[in-house]
T-cell receptor, first 110, second 117 residues
């Protein structure tokens, strides 16, 4: 089992809809969780991080963490074509290293 | 805040030559920097973790004598690809984190695209 798993997609949503991106992780000792966005040919950029169970909102983005289910998700409200990118989930396994999922490709069509 | 730069942004070199890539944290001190490699349509692969003033920790399968890492100051780490070959062609990305521990956030540089002819 991979340490951090994501559906590779593509996830296609219409403009204005909510995009839901999911990530599961295998290590119950994981402490912190990150979502990065990566446009084709570019490096990842941080969207948000979450440490505690529950929801964390930042603008159109909401991260949800459920440690009991070992599940973290990212919701993007009012999706825009400019949100089309690969979204990387990353988990810190109680060290200074991040373990990345393979990413979910999101396509927002007009 | 939390800006990380890389130089050069792209480089083309002949097989057998060495290439140095610089990674700088511009507005914060990074006690830990990370070097990743990403091949087309694949995810990030961590190559090594670099702490200021100490030797880098390489991931399994990464040749430390081929990929030389120096973290001479709290704002600068360098990756030197020695005797580069076409299979080393890839997108090299650094990231920087403040302090140590499991809650630090990594901020990525813009990446360096290396093409070895």
């Amino acid at each position: 089992q991979k340490e951090v798993e994501q559906n590779s997609g593509p996830l296609s949503v219409p403009e204005g809809a909510i995009a839901s991106l999911n990530c599961t992780y295998s290590d119950r000792g994981s402490q912190s969780f990150f979502w990065y966005r990566q446009y084709s040919g570019k490096s990842p950029e941080l969207i948000m991080f979450i440490y505690s169970n529950g929801d964390k909102e930042d603008g159109r983005f909401t991260a949800q963490l459920n440690k009991a289910s070992q599940y973290v998700s990212l919701l993007i409200r009012d999706s825009q074509p400019s949100d089309s990118a690969t979204y990387l989930c990353a988990v810190n396994l109680n060290t200074d290293k991040l373990i990345f999922g393979t990413g979910t490709r999101l396509q927002v069509f007009p | 805040g939390a800006v990380v730069s890389q130089h050069p942004s792209w480089v083309i070199c002949k097989s057998g030559t060495s290439v140095k890539i610089e990674c700088r944290s511009l507005d914060f001190q990074a006690t830990t920097m990370f070097w990743y490699r990403q091949f087309p349509k694949q995810s990030l692969m961590l190559m090594a973790t670099s702490n200021e003033g100490s030797k880098a920790t390489y991931e399994q399968g990464v040749e430390k004598d081929k990929f030389l890492i120096n973290h001479a100051s709290l704002t600068l780490s360098t990756l030197t690809v020695t005797s580069a070959h076409p299979e080393d062609s890839s997108f090299y990305i650094c990231s920087a984190a403040t302090g140590t521990g499991n809650t630090d956030t990594q901020y990525f540089g813009p990446g360096t695209r290396l093409t070895v002819l």
